[in-house]
Each structure stands twice: as structure tokens, then as C-alpha cells.
């Protein structure tokens, strides 16, 4: 079906209704509501025969004789084997509305058709019949990063066109554009979720999805192959068979489709409806959507008081006790790590700078992440570096004004990111477990140092990570310690959230999951919604402030072409242009922890929004960003989705990641609600314990160091021959002969003269 037929539908989910109802018109599919009360006769005839002895005995003997007569005249026109003589005697006693679905017409790749219509109404995609699957090909890497630079570098030299009158006339045209595409995809989004799933919901839920036989018609049908592992999918007019795993995965997409639209337990309510509640898609839908897009903002202490019926000074009074707790472990953790390991961190960074501008000159080493932010956890720590040099500065400067191309860029990057290896790698006194990683968005050598002195390692050694002219990350951490200094709440909000997505496992984007920068994002965004912090990059607040960006003049103003500009939160709080809500004066820790949980596990609309912290608010809609992902669509502060590279934090997240971290909000809101508000002790934690713990390291597969880079040699001694300790393995050094296996059996040793 081409654009034109149905514009407000997407391909795949008009693809299903059609294989479902192959013989009505779109107008019948939408007035069907896709189920009936009457089932489809199986082998569970019990059930069935303890409901014929609850009916009326006029009525069943009036249904019986109708059944005989009909089942007479067929037995007597075929001549079928005893089975199914069997099979149709059977069905003689059976009443006649639990066969009136005699009908259906076999569908192939039922299933598939429908997950693939779930997935792109997940990613709001409108794919077209016509589009072969040979334009699917397999890119390596360094194609992919090719691929995004060239976009990058057209979206750039687009910008640069915006010098006459008529290049503005068309840049507002193409605004108005994307925002009607953008609107477009919503609404086909929207619709095509109200026209499938009242279909879609009963066949789902179908009582006689489990059984192994079916008859339809004059037809005997049984699940194939394995027939523990299958399940039916039957409707009105069709049926099919698949796999229990994949009628599981599209019940679960199903519910995450919904959970993004509507309520959280709304969803699971509907989901789990036989009949598909036809009357809420056609009346109450469009008004959930509404009202789940435009949420209420209250205080969290207001929440709590209404959801418990407790007072708020009652649940004031065991958020403090709470909060000492939280202060105190912060503390204690604190002054053991901030001394010793910042003179360490001084250290690494005074020693990586003298080695690289002997090298590079004019070169200049930037930290940046929680070393600059100050918003360390603990030694798990790396130390991240920015390292700008002039000629890697000069290659981006012709890469943003056109004059290489991208593979070129990209093939000159890279080998100035080998001569910095070369040189680190060529002190391996100082430096080990180097190693280039250049098929990254942005290049980066990672490595460790060992005379760093580092408190929380044996050896005193520490890892880093240089990045290559990543000075926009230098600017987001300085942004993250603005938000931190506007209150001690928030500090203490951001290390108590990088502490709960540490313990579980949900802070790596390496693991499919996001960052602990993502995690902060969030927090400042709740901060924001709330009114408990300002807007630093508010245009509004800087000038009330009396202060305008200029990129001219500062470099920190315009960092690789991008609006990097903001508000340093002691100018806000010199000028008294903003105050905070006198609500939050005595706001307990704990209590804006609760609403951060209860904010993203339920309030929040991540079906249609995005998170940004540049808005400041839910004004931004999930479809400006570039890809739409499962997971948030989260903003980076810096490249929005109207610049040239726009990055949204939350495309690193699977479909596994997406339900982990939303389980963990859902539980640790329901924990820190009972915690609160109930009589559960404060000694429990602020959230549950993970459920999945990495097991502690045994003998057989314990770990010779925390770090993985850095290995120290091992020394090997001889006492028997008193000969001297050997190190390494390289020379003409003499080693010792191997000791004998320490898991001899003890007669075996005793054997041995």
C-alpha cells in the first residue's frame, strides 16, 4: 500500500491488518473490534463440558439436535478414516457457539509481520513496501564513522549558508518543514497503535493460545515441530503458529509501547484484556496521551503525602533520620578520597603535559569528567584527559569549512593519534597497557600510570584516557559543577544517583546502558522541571543578567563551532535574578531522591519527549532527534538536535538495557515510598540490592589485579636454590625451572624419592 492509500498509517502495522482481515475495507477493520466471546473447539473438552452442565437442558438439547442432524449428513457424503470420525463425534456433542470459528484462513509469518510492526512503532519509523532488503549491507566501523562524519560536515556547510535574506527565507521553510514531518509521524504513530492493538490485544491473550490441537472446519491442526515450544495466534477471519519466545517478545513490546504512551499501570491493565477494550481506544486514548504528554509538576513531598495519607511533617521527620545516613557515608568517603587521590590526579596530569608538549609544542592537556566535576564515587575512577594540539586543531578547522573531505580527516586523525601512542609507548617505565582506540566517535588512547601514588590501588598506579580535541566535554563537566554549586542538596543528589546506577550496574555505555554524564543530565533536568534550580543556559536569564555570549572573544563560548555558553551560577546568585522556591528550603534529601525516581518511572512522557537541559523543561519533542532509540531520548546540552552534530545520550540503550533501568526506578521508587512512609527500617538502604551480584573471585578464577591494564610481572623465587628473584621475561635471564603443581595429589608427592 503506497503513502497515498493511507498516509496516517504506518506501512507495516496497515500490512497486518490486511493479513488479518484480508477480505473488509480499512473503514471495517477500525469499526471491528477484533473479538468475540465465542472460542474455538480443542482438545480441553472438560472445560467445555462443565460449562454444557451449568446451561439450560432445553437449550442444550435444542443445540444437540441441530448438531446431530448436521454431523449425519457429513459423515454420511465422506468416508474419513476412524480418527477422524472420532474427532467429528466429539465435536457432535460440543454446543454450537463454541464452534463458530470454523472459518479462518491460515496466515504465514503472522508473527513476524507483527514484531516488525511493534519495532517501527517503537522507533516511529514509516519504512514502504517496495524497499528490497538487498539495501542492507554490512559497514565496518570506520565506514560508519565516515559516514557520520560526511553528515556532520554537510549539516555544517549548510549552516555557513546562512548569510543573504533568502538563505534565512529557506531556513524557515525547512523549519516548518521538519516540525510538519515531525507532527506527521506522531499522528501515523498515534493512529496506527489505536487501529492495531484492539486486534492485536486478543490475539495476544487468546484463552486457547496453548493448545496443541485445533480443529478447524474439517481440518485437524497441531503445532508442529516441537510442540512444547509453540503456541497458536488466532483472530476473527486468520490464524498462524510461532514460538512461545516470540509471542513473549511481542507481548513485551506491546506493554513498552504503551508504558511510553499512558500510565505505567494503566498499560498493564490493558495488555492484559481478552477483548482489547475497544471503548478505550475509541474514547479515552487520545486523552490519555494528552494528559500523560502534559504532566502535572508537584513537589515531591506533596506526592508522597498524597499517595501515602501521611502527613508531611511525618514524613519529613524519617527523611531526615535518612538523610544522615547519606551524609555521612558521603563524607566519610569523601575526606579519604579527596587528597590523596587529587594529588594524584595533579600528578598524572603535570607528567602526561611535560611529556606531550616536548613533543607537540603548543600542545595543552585538559581534564575533564568527574575529576573536574568533583563528582568521584570512588577508586573506581579513570582520570579523563582532553588533549588539543595545533595541528589536530587545524585539520578540524578544514574539515568544518569543507576544504578535506571526510575519510581524509579521518585518515590524518588518525595518525597523529599513533604518534602520541609512539611516544607514550616508548616510556613503559612510566606507562603501561597503552593502546590506541581510533574507530571511536572520537579518538582516544588509553593507558596507566604507575608512580601516580593512587590511595585506592596496591601499586599506586591509575588509569586515564586521552581524547583528541574533545574540549566539548570539558565544557559539559564545568556546566555539571555550575548545576552542582547551586545547592549542597544537588551535589549530594548527583552522587547518591551515580551510587544507585553503580551498584546496579546501569552507568556504562560500553554495556548497552548510559553513562554516569547521562545521569547526571538527568537529574538536572528533574532539578529543573521542579523549579529547584535555574536554567544556566536560559537566553532569558543571561539577559536579565546583563551578559551576552561571544564567540569572538572567548573560545569557551564557541567550542568546535557550537553554543557553549552559560551563566556561571555565582553571577546568578550576585545579581538576585533567581531564588529558589521557598517549598524547597527544608526539602530532605531523600525526599527529592523519591520524586527523581517517581519523576522518570511514571511522570515523565518519554514516549514523546526528549530530555534536555538547554529547554529547561518538557517542551522538546522526541522526534527532533535524529534516530529515535527505546530508551529516553536525552539531549546533550551542548549538541542539540539543531546543530550540526546533534547527540542524543540515550541511543547507546538496548531493548535489555531499557526494561533493566526502568525496573530499577519502578523498584527503588516502591523501596524509598515504603521507606518513608511506612514502618520499614532505615538500615535497608535507600534502594534494593541489585538482584544479579557478581560472585566474589575463588581460586580458580580470581584475578591477579583490579586493573586489567596494568599487569605487574611477576617475581619468581627458588628458595631451594637460593637463587635471586627474576623479573620479566626478556634478555638472557636465567628463570628457574617450574615448581612442581601445588594440586599434587599427596601420595604422589610422597612417591618422589
Not at 487468546?206 to 493448545?211: E, G, K, M, S
Not at 613503559?428 to 566517535?441: C, D, L, V, Y
Request: aromatic share 10%; charged share 25%.
Amino acid at each position: 500500500m503506497d503513502d497515498e492509500d493511507q498516509p496516517l498509517l504506518l506501512h507495516s502495522s496497515t500490512r497486518v491488518l490486511r493479513s488479518l482481515y484480508p477480505s473488509l475495507s480499512m473503514d471495517e477493520i477500525f469499526q471491528h473490534s477484533g473479538y468475540s466471546d465465542e472460542m474455538i473447539w480443542s482438545d480441553s473438552v472438560d472445560e467445555i463440558a462443565m460449562k454444557c452442565q451449568i446451561m439450560d437442558d432445553e437449550k442444550r438439547t435444542i443445540q444437540l439436535t441441530v448438531n446431530e442432524e448436521n454431523e449425519n449428513r457429513q459423515l454420511n457424503d465422506d468416508n474419513e478414516d476412524d480418527v477422524n470420525n472420532e474427532i467429528k463425534t466429539k465435536k457432535a456433542s460440543i454446543p454450537i457457539e463454541y464452534r463458530s470459528y470454523q472459518n479462518l484462513v491460515r496466515t504465514e509469518d503472522l508473527a513476524n509481520l507483527i514484531q516488525s510492526a511493534l519495532k517501527d512503532t517503537i522507533n516511529f519509523r514509516h519504512r514502504s513496501n517496495n524497499r528490497s532488503n538487498s539495501s542492507y549491507s554490512y559497514a565496518s566501523n570506520e565506514e560508519v564513522k565516515v559516514r557520520a562524519l560526511k553528515h556532520q560536515q554537510q549539516r555544517l556547510l549548510q549552516e555557513n549558508l546562512e548569510c543573504s535574506n533568502a538563505a534565512f527565507r529557506q531556513d524557515d521553510i525547512g523549519d516548518r518543514f521538519e516540525k510538519e514531518s515531525t507532527t506527521i509521524k506522531l499522528v501515523r504513530t498515534i493512529n496506527s497503535i489505536r487501529a492495531l492493538f484492539p486486534h492485536l490485544l486478543p490475539i495476544l491473550n487468546h484463552p486457547r493460545q496453548n493448545d496443541k490441537h485445533l480443529v478447524i472446519g474439517k481440518t485437524r491442526y497441531k503445532t508442529k515441530r516441537n510442540g512444547a515450544n509453540m503456541c497458536w495466534l488466532l483472530g476473527t477471519t486468520s490464524f498462524s503458529t510461532t514460538t512461545r519466545k516470540m509471542s513473549m517478545a511481542v507481548s513485551k513490546d506491546a506493554k513498552r509501547i504503551l508504558e511510553s504512551f499512558i500510565d505505567a499501570k494503566l498499560a498493564k491493565e490493558i495488555c492484559k484484556e481478552r477483548k482489547g477494550s475497544p471503548t478505550f481506544w475509541s474514547r479515552v486514548w487520545i486523552e490519555h496521551i494528552i494528559k500523560r504528554s502534559n504532566p502535572p509538576i508537584l513537589s515531591p513531598l506533596k506526592i508522597l503525602s498524597v499517595s501515602c495519607g501521611k502527613s508531611e511533617k511525618e514524613i519529613e521527620r524519617r527523611a531526615h533520620i535518612c538523610d544522615k545516613n547519606i551524609y555521612a557515608r558521603q563524607q566519610a568517603a569523601g575526606q579519604s578520597m579527596d587528597q590523596q587521590y587529587q594529588i594524584s590526579v595533579s600528578k598524572i596530569h603535570r607528567r602526561l603535559s611535560d611529556v606531550l608538549t616536548s613533543r607537540f609544542y603548543g600542545a595543552r592537556l585538559s581534564i575533564y569528567g568527574s575529576c573536574l566535576s568533583k563528582l568521584s564515587i570512588g577508586k573506581g575512577s579513570d582520570v579523563d584527559m582532553s588533549l588539543w594540539i595545533p595541528e589536530a586543531d587545524t585539520l578540524k578547522r578544514c574539515f568544518h569549512d569543507g576544504t578535506i573531505e571526510a575519510w581524509r580527516y579521518n585518515q590524518e586523525m588518525t595518525k597523529l593519534v599513533h604518534q602520541v601512542f609512539r611516544k607514550l609507548n616508548n616510556l613503559r617505565a612510566e606507562f603501561r597497557g597503552m593502546s590506541p582506540i581510533t574507530k571511536a566517535r572520537i579518538p582516544v588512547i588509553t593507558g596507566t600510570y604507575i608512580y601516580a601514588g593512587n590511595p585506592f590501588t596496591e601499586d599506586g598506579s591509575i588509569n586515564f584516557d586521552i581524547c583528541f580535541v574533545n574540549d566539548i566535554a570539558v565544557a559539559n563537566s564545568n556546566l555539571l559543577w555550575e548545576y552542582s554549586m547551586v545547592d549542597s542538596r544537588v551535589r549530594s543528589l548527583m552522587i547518591s544517583v551515580k551510587q544507585f546506577a553503580n551498584e546496579h550496574k546501569i552507568n556504562s555505555a560500553k554495556n548497552k546502558c548510559i553513562s554516569s554524564y547521562t545521569w547526571m543530565n538527568l537529574v538536572i533536568f528533574y532539578l529543573q522541571c521542579i523549579g529547584f534550580i535555574p536554567n544556566l543556559q536560559s537566553p532569558a536569564l543571561a539577559k536579565a543578567v546583563g551578559i551576552t555570549s561571544e564567540p569572538e572573544k572567548y573560545y569557551w563560548h564557541f567550542v568546535n563551532r557550537l553554543d557553549t555558553f552559560f551563566l556561571r551560577w555565582e553571577i546568578v546568585k550576585n545579581a538576585n535574578i533567581w531564588v529558589m522556591p521557598g517549598e524547597f528550603d527544608d526539602m530532605p534529601l531523600s525526599v527529592l531522591l523519591y520524586g527523581l525516581f517517581e519523576f522518570y518511572s511514571s511522570r515523565f512522557p518519554f514516549g514523546t519527549h526528549a530530555v534536555s537541559i538547554k529547554k529547561g523543561d518538557i517542551s522538546l519533542s522526541k522526534l527532533t532527534t535524529r534516530k529515535v532509540g527505546v530508551f529516553f531520548s536525552i539531549e546533550d546540552p551542548f549538541e542539540t538536535y539543531d546543530s550540526y552534530c546533534p547527540h542524543d545520550l540515550g541511543t547507546p540503550v538496548n531493548e535489555y538495557a531499557s526494561e533493566k533501568i526502568r525496573e530499577c526506578l519502578y523498584e527503588a521508587e516502591d523501596h524509598l515510598k515504603n521507606l518513608l512512609c511506612f514502618d520499614k527500617h532505615i538500615d535497608e538502604g535507600l534502594w534494593p540490592e541489585p538482584k544479579f551480584v557478581n560472585p566474589e573471585p575463588t581460586n580458580r578464577n580470581a584475578r591477579k589485579s583490579v586493573f586489567k591494564r596494568f599487569q605487574l610481572p611477576l617475581l619468581i623465587y627458588n628458595d631451594a636454590r637460593g637463587e635471586k628473584p627474576t623479573i620479566g621475561s626478556g634478555g638472557n635471564q636465567n628463570t628457574p625451572k617450574k615448581l612442581p603443581h601445588d594440586g599434587m595429589h599427596r601420595s604422589q608427592n610422597d612417591n618422589r624419592g
